[in-house]
């Protein structure tokens, strides 16, 4: 009977010792601002020499932030481990997503830009032919008046020296005109009217009337 009731104790011790062991797993701690090793050994149970050991720490009041210590502590510390570890990588996800948002905000913004730009030079290209246009019938006009003057000079010339008040038989003035054209009007300022109407109706221009008086040495 005595040795029955130690072989059940002896049993008993076992068990205990192996529920202790299971009890007693390993854990590994990432150390964070402020934490200590004492600190760290009353969380998980277990005591200051036993991390130092572990951990084969020279010195147990000289710890890094980041450092990965061992410590015998039970499943509840490797939960909280993992749960701070989960709750650290999200702000660097949450970066990174602000930080694609900005780029494709700056892209579309240098998108939008270039787009801009080539529309304001596409839109000035007709502006600036209008402008040659303009400049090109200016000089045309200029060379065309030109001309007229000095074809108009020229038949003055001829006609009178340039005088107003030349006279030849009943052509008078500058122009050599019949006296009845003038209307008894022999004014400068009536002289060239009448003179840029006469032209006007017979020849079209004084160009074309220098033409004639080349051929028939009148006009």
Not at 201 to 216: E, F, M, P, V
């Amino acid at each position: 009977m005595k040795i029955k009731n130690a072989l059940l104790s002896t049993a008993a011790a076992t068990a205990s010792l192996f529920a202790i062991g299971a009890t007693a797993q390993a854990a590994t701690v990432t150390v964070k601002a402020g934490d200590t090793v004492s600190q760290i050994a009353l969380d998980h149970n277990t005591t200051v020499d036993a991390i130092q050991q572990a951990n084969h720490l020279k010195d147990v009041n000289l710890i890094l932030v980041g450092q990965q210590l061992e410590v015998n502590g039970d499943d509840s510390a490797t939960t909280t481990t993992t749960t701070t570890t989960t709750q650290t990588s999200q702000p660097a996800t949450t970066t990174q997503s602000s930080s694609q948002t900005t780029n494709q905000a700056s892209q579309s913004q240098t998108s939008q830009s270039s787009q801009t730009q080539s529309s304001q030079t596409q839109t000035s290209t007709p502006a600036a032919k209008t402008t040659t246009q303009q400049s090109t019938s200016s000089t045309s006009n200029y060379s065309n008046n030109s001309s007229e003057s000095a074809a108009k000079a020229w038949i003055a010339n001829k006609e009178s020296g340039g005088s107003y008040s030349a006279r030849n038989g009943q052509y008078i003035g500058k122009y050599q005109l019949s006296a009845s054209y003038l209307n008894g009007d022999y004014s400068a300022a009536n002289q060239e009217r009448v003179a840029n109407n006469y032209v006007a109706s017979r020849y079209g221009s004084w160009a074309n009337a220098k033409s004639h008086w080349l051929a028939n040495n009148w006009y």
